[in-house]
Nanobody, 123 residues
Framework: QVKLVESGGGLVQGGGSLTLSCAVSGYTVSAYTVGWFRQAPGKEREFVAGISRIIGTPDYANSVKGRFTFSVDTAKNTLHLEMNSLNPEDTAVYYC????????????????WGQGTQVTVSS
């Protein structure tokens, strides 16, 4: 059984930093594609960052490029999302996700999802 559990969300002031983690079990994080998505109130879920087996290096949404860093700890089978220079537009529920495809950045290409962790950035 595949399970993804996020942690690390919370409330932070604008300009601050947070690091999210996602503990994965029942799935090898280096096998296919893993990623982070977020969903703000009233908005659709959007891609934040991902790593695919084909590309091998992180891919980022333009809105977070240069501020967020996605890493994979293969020894601990854990994903991390380091978020810096946060602003109120980053407020959302953040989800980690895993795919059975070798590449993908659309939410419908990811089959396994965590329960989400709330990130709130105050102005």
């Amino acid at each position: 059984q595949v399970k993804l559990v996020e942690s690390g969300g919370g409330l932070v002031q604008g300009g601050g930093s947070l690091t999210l983690s996602c503990a994965v079990s029942g799935y090898t994080v280096s096998a296919y594609t893993v990623g982070w998505f977020r969903q703000a109130p009233g908005k659709e879920r959007e891609f934040v960052a991902g790593i695919s087996r084909i590309i091998g290096t992180p891919d980022y949404a333009n809105s977070v490029k240069g501020r967020f860093t996605f890493s994979v700890d293969t020894a601990k089978n854990t994903l991390h999302l380091e978020m810096n220079s946060l602003n109120p537009e980053d407020t959302a529920v953040y989800y980690c996700a895993a795919s059975t495809l070798a590449y993908g950045s659309s939410s419908d290409q990811f089959y396994y999802w965590g329960q989400g962790t709330q990130v709130t950035v105050s102005s």
